[in-house]
C-alpha cells in the first residue's frame, strides 16, 4: 500500500471519527445515522468515481439507515463492565463492545455496499431487504432474549438482539443474490468497528488513573468512528464494483436530500435541545447571565441552522438545477460533505456550551480534523483492487482480534483498583 492510499484511508476514517465523537453529544439512533452518512460521502469523494457521485446521496443515506439502526442498542452496562477488576469481567465487557461496534459496522457498511453494487441487471429489492430485516429482527430478538434467556446487559435493554437479526437477514439476502462486494466491506466495516469500540474502552480504563483533564469517553467514540471507518473505506477500495449512470435523475435527489439535511438534523435538534437541558448547561456555565434568554437563543439558533442548512442544499442539489437529469461533480460532495459535518459539529459545540467555557478541548479538535479534512481530502484518491472473500484468512483474523481484545482485558485491570460505575456481569 503507498502512501496515497494509506492517506486516502486515514482521511475517510478521520471523518467517521469526528462525527462519531460528536455524536456522542447526541446519541441514539439520529446522531449515529448522521455520523453514517458522512462517513459515506468521504469514502465517494476519495474514490473519485463519477457514477458514485451520481448516486452519492443515495449511498450517504444507505450508510446512515444502516449506522443508525444500531443506534438502539444500549450500551452503558457493557462499558461498565470494561472498567471492572476481575478479568473475566473486563473481558466479557471488551468482548461484548466488540459484537455491539461490529453489529454497528456490519449493518452500516452492508447497507452502503448494497447500493454500490445495484446496477441494472442486478437490482436490489429494497422492500424485501427491508421486510427480511425486519422479520429477523423480531425473531432473533425472542428466540435470543425471551427464549432462550441469553442477556448480555441486564436490566437494560437487550435490542443488540435485534440487531443482530437484522444482520443475519442482511447477509442471507447478499449471499442470495450474490452481493460479494457489499460483503466484504460489511465485514472489514464491521471487525473495524468492532476493534474501535473495544480499544477505546480499554484507553477510557487505563486513562482514569492518569490525571488528564480530558474527555476520554470521547477517546472511545472517536475509535469506533475512526476503525469502522477504516474497515468501511478498505472494504470498498478492494472491491471491483460495477460501472453506472454518470448521471442521475433529479426526482431520486429529493427524497434522500430531505431526510440527510433536514428529518435527521430537525431529529437531533427536536431530541438534545430540549429546554430543561439547554437551561441546565447554560446555568452552569453562565449563572451570571439571563439564563431564559440565552438558552432560548441557543435553542432557536440550532433550530435555524438546520433549517437554513436544509434550505441551502435543497436549492443547491435540487432547486437549482432544471434539467431532468443531472450531473454531480467532485466539488459538490465535497461541500456537501464539509457542510454537513461542519454543522454537527457546530450544533455540538452550541450543546455542550463550549462557545461558553474552554472546558470541552475535545470540541474545538473537531475544527481542527475538519480543516485537515478539508484541506487534504480533494488532494488524494485511492486505486481499487480486487479481491475476494476469504473466509479462512477472516476467521483467523478474528481469532487473532480476540487474543489483542484478552490482552487490553489483562491490562486494564492491572492498571486500576476499584473504578466508580465499574460493573460485574458476573459475581
Known amino acids: ?94 468482548g461484548m463492545l466488540f459484537v455491539i461496534g461490529g453489529l454497528f459496522g456490519l449493518l452500516g457498511g452492508g447497507m452502503f455496499g448494497l447500493v454500490l453494487s445495484d446496477r441494472a441487471d442486478k437490482r436490489v429489492d429494497w422492500p424485501q431487504v427491508i421486510v427480511e430485516m425486519t422479520v429477523g429482527a423480531v425473531i432473533f430478538y425472542y428466540f435470543i432474549v425471551e427464549q432462550m434467556g441469553w442477556k448480555m446487559t441486564p436490566p437494560r435493554s437487550e435490542a443488540w438482539a435485534a440487531c443482530f437479526g437484522m444482520t443475519v437477514a442482511l447477509f442471507w439476502y447478499m449471499f442470495r443474490h450474490g452481493h460479494t462486494g457489499a460483503i466484504r466491506v460489511a465485514i472489514f466495516s464491521g471487525l473495524g468497528a468492532g476493534f474501535g469500540f473495544a480499544f477505546g474502552n480499554f484507553i477510557q480504563v487505563i486513562s482514569r488513573e492518569s490525571g488528564i483533564p480530558f474527555n476520554f469517553w470521547n477517546v472511545m467514540e472517536y475509535a469506533i468512528g475512526f476503525f469502522g471507518g477504516l474497515g468501511m473505506a478498505y472494504g470498498t477500495f478492494t472491491t ?41 448547561m447554560v446555568t452552569e456555565l453562565a449563572p451570571s447571565s439571563n439564563i431564559e434568554a440565552l438558552a432560548g437563543n441557543v435553542q432557536m439558533g440550532a433550530l435555524l441552522l438546520v433549517l437554513l442548512s436544509s434550505g441551502f442544499w435543497l436549492y443547491y442539489f435540487y432547486i437549482r438545477n432544471k434539467a431532468l437529469v443531472i450531473s454531480v461533480e467532485l466539488q459538490d460532495i465535497k461541500r456537501f460533505l464539509l457542510g454537513q459535518l461542519g454543522l454537527y459539529a457546530v450544533l455540538s459545540l452550541l450543546i455542550t456550551g463550549a462557545f461558553l467555557s474552554t472546558d470541552r478541548i475535545e470540541q474545538y479538535l473537531y475544527f481542527l480534523n475538519l480543516i485537515v479534512i478539508g484541506l487534504w481530502i480533494d488532494k488524494y484518491s485511492v486505486t481499487f483492487s480486487s479481491r475476494r472473500l476469504n473466509w479462512s484468512r477472516w476467521g483467523i483474523n478474528l481469532v487473532f482480534v480476540l487474543a489483542v481484545i484478552a490482552l487490553f482485558a489483562a491490562v486494564a485491570i492491572s492498571s486500576h483498583g476499584v473504578l466508580h460505575h465499574a460493573q460485574n456481569r458476573f459475581e
Open 1 to 94: 500500500m503507498n502512501r496515497q492510499q494509506l492517506v486516502a484511508l486515514v482521511l475517510a476514517s478521520m471523518c467517521l471519527a469526528t462525527a462519531w465523537a460528536i455524536r456522542g453529544q447526541f446519541g441514539h439512533e439520529q446522531g449515529a445515522a448522521w455520523a453514517g452518512g458522512i462517513g459515506a460521502l468521504a469514502i465517494v469523494l476519495l474514490a473519485r468515481r463519477a457514477d458514485w457521485y451520481a448516486k452519492a446521496l443515495q449511498l450517504s443515506l444507505a450508510s446512515a439507515v444502516g449506522w443508525g439502526v444500531g443506534g438502539i442498542i444500549s450500551y452503558g452496562m457493557v462499558v461498565g463492565y470494561g472498567h471492572s477488576s476481575s478479568f473475566v469481567n473486563a473481558y466479557y465487557g471488551l
Open 240 to 280: 471491483d464494483w460495477p460501472q453506472s449512470d454518470a448521471v442521475v435523475s433529479k426526482k431520486k435527489l429529493l427524497t434522500p436530500l430531505v431526510l440527510l439535511t433536514l428529518a435527521i438534523p430537525f431529529i437531533v435538534w427536536e431530541q438534545s435541545f430540549g429546554s430543561e437541558r439547554v437551561t441546565k
